[in-house]
């Protein structure tokens, strides 16, 4: 089967590839030497002369072995002795989880998604396109230009310190936005089941724009156990109070709402779930 990478964690991959190798070959070199002369009779026939010139073409060829391979020869150790790596195929939740023990690797198809609170939080998100546009808004009309019904070229005292306020605040949320550099995550839930996984995932190894509640398999080794009721943040999110009311006053509509989902919902997991490294999501 052909695998459609969302996310593969290349150095993890090729850690674990290596113990079940017994030794990394994450590229070979192999290297062909040609020699050739040519030889002659000197013309001094009485002395018996005779010279020689040598050489040799070298060519070298390196042979580099794909994440994909990697993890291709992964899951065909965990299919041919899958106690021998802690390895658990996931067909019944509610037993395979409760059994499982941190340190082991699992995997499982569910339905996976970045919560709605740190698609908006995190680098590039929602919050951030909002706030560059609306900086490029500001200093539009901060320049004399027209926008959205505001007239830059005439604006009286009370008009010139609201735009001072709002470029100073759309400045504000910006800096916050970029020092608390949150992390993305993914939460996978089943409807056959209570359990949830969740982990965070590094930008730099996304493979996919987005993972919004679609259908995948996750694999990841267990790094904690929930126990039922047990709750714990998904990912910190600094400063997340003074940023929620910056959005706020914004005055988009869905973002000012107390109830809304993109500031409600996300920020916690509750138990039973496991918190997972994540390796790989693919379908």
Not at 95 to 114: K, P, Q, R, T
């Amino acid at each position: 089967m052909l695998y459609g990478f969302v996310y593969l964690n290349k150095p993890t991959l090729a850690g674990y590839a290596a113990q079940v190798d017994g030794g990394l070959i994450a590229e070979t070199k192999t290297r062909q030497m040609k020699k050739k002369s040519a030889g002659g009779t000197a013309g001094w026939k009485l002395l018996g002369l005779k010279g020689e010139r040598g050489g040799e073409n070298e060519r070298t060829d390196t042979f580099s072995d794909a994440p994909e391979a990697q993890f291709q020869r992964l899951l065909a150790a965990a299919n041919s002795d899958p106690d021998a790596i802690g390895w658990t195929e996931v067909l019944d939740p509610g037993s395979d989880f409760e059994s499982a023990n941190v340190g082991e690797l699992i995997s499982w198809e569910c339905d996976l998604g970045i919560p709605n609170i740190l698609r908006l939080m995190t680098p590039g998100g929602a919050a951030s396109k909002l706030m560059n546009m609306m900086g490029t808004a500001v200093s539009g009309v901060d320049a004399g230009f027209k926008v959205g019904g505001i007239d830059g070229s005439n604006l009286d005292a009370d008009q010139r310190a609201q735009l001072d306020k709002a470029k100073g605040g759309i400045d504000a949320i910006k800096q916050l936005l970029e020092g608390a550099n949150i992390s993305r995550a993914v939460v996978g839930t089943d409807s056959d089941t209570n359990w949830t996984v969740y982990g965070t995932v590094v930008d730099e190894h996304l493979l996919a724009a987005d993972i919004d509640a679609e259908r995948l398999l996750i694999v990841g080794k267990i790094k904690r156990k929930l126990a039922p009721g047990q709750k714990r943040r998904i990912v910190d999110i600094p400063h997340m109070s003074e940023l929620k009311r910056g959005l706020r006053k914004t005055n988009e509509p869905e973002l000012t709402k107390e109830d809304d989902p993109p500031m409600a919902e996300g920020q916690f997991v509750t138990g039973p779930a496991l918190e997972l490294d994540i390796l790989a999501i693919y379908r």
